[in-house]
């Protein structure tokens, strides 16, 4: 009776580990993707920034880094191309040529 309830103790615990395990494998995938993430986010935040600040010269711009659309009257839709897609809408005053965000938001994939 001994031998079988330190057998189940035993069992028990090796299950444990195993659990542990598993749990600790997939803490690491977990972070090193916000990580990943993390950094893609700050790299299109980045290239938004950028074009935002050379609107006035549109054609300048690298395209690959960036779609610009008019949505108005001094109005401009900036969004990033690359894994993290970011959208800002833009206001550019003409007098004195500087760009105003808007709003902005994160882009999802369908």
């Known amino acids: 009776m ?9 069992l028990l615990m ?8 598993r749990m600790t494998a997939l803490e ?10 993390q950094a893609e986010f700050i790299a299109a935040e980045k290239k938004l920034l950028e074009c935002e600040r ?3 010269h549109v054609a300048t711009l690298p395209s690959d880094s960036c779609v610009v659309q008019s949505i108005g009257k001094q109005i401009w839709k900036v969004s990033t191309v690359g894994l993290v897609t970011l ?3 833009i206001h550019l005053d003409d007098a004195s040529g500087s760009a105003t965000r808007l709003s902005w938001r994160q882009a999802f994939k369908e």
Do not use: C, H, N, P
């Not at 090796?14 to 395990?21: D, H, P």
């Open 14 to 21: 090796a299950s444990l580990v195993g659990y542990l395990q």
């Open 2 to 10: 001994i031998i079988a309830w330190v057998l189940s103790l035993l």
């Open 87 to 89: 959208e800002s809408v």
């Open 54 to 56: 050379k609107i006035s």
């Open 28 to 37: 690491m995938i977990a972070t090193q993707t916000i990580k990943t993430t």
